[in-house]
Nanobody, 116 residues
Framework: QVQLVESGGGLVQAGGSLRLSCAPS????????MGWYRQAPGKQRELVAS???????NYADYVKGRFTISADNAKKTVYLQMNSLKPEDTAVYYC??????????WGQGTQVTVSS
C-alpha cells in the first residue's frame, strides 16, 4: 500500500518559518491534485492549500500571503512553505494526493507547533 511520507514539521516561534515536504513511498499513477490539510485539537480537518496538475493554486484565506504551495509533478512531491507563522497555525498537517484514476492517498501527518 503506497503512502505519502511527510517531513519538515516541528516547533517554531511565532513569526518563524517551516517547510513541509510530501512524497509517495512507492509508485503511483499520475497525480491530478495535491493538497495540504491541517487539523487542530477539537477541530475538523481543513484544506489549507492545493495545487492541480494544471497549475491551479488555491489557499485558505487565513494563510494567503504567508504560505506557498509548490510541486514537482515528475516526483509527485508537494511542498508547503510556511512563513510568518502564528500560534493559531498549530496543528497536525497532512498531505493528500489524488491520481487521475481517482485514488486518493494520505500522509501520516506531521506536527507543527508555533509558540507565542
Amino acid at each position: 500500500q503506497v503512502q505519502l511520507v511527510e517531513s519538515g514539521g516541528g516547533l517554531v516561534q511565532a513569526g518563524g518559518s517551516l517547510r513541509l515536504s510530501c512524497a509517495p513511498s512507492g509508485s503511483i499513477f499520475i497525480i491530478n491534485f495535491m493538497g495540504w490539510y491541517r487539523q487542530a485539537p477539537g477541530k475538523q480537518r481543513e484544506l489549507v492549500a492545493s495545487i492541480t496538475s494544471g497549475g491551479r493554486i488555491n489557499y485558505a484565506d487565513y494563510v494567503k500571503g504567508r504560505f506557498t504551495i509548490s510541486a514537482d509533478n515528475a516526483k509527485k512531491t508537494v511542498y508547503l512553505q510556511m512563513n510568518s507563522l502564528k500560534p493559531e497555525d498549530t496543528a497536525v498537517y497532512y498531505c493528500s494526493e489524488v491520481a487521475f484514476t481517482g485514488n486518493r492517498y494520505w500522509g501520516q501527518g506531521t506536527q507543527v507547533t508555533v509558540s507565542s
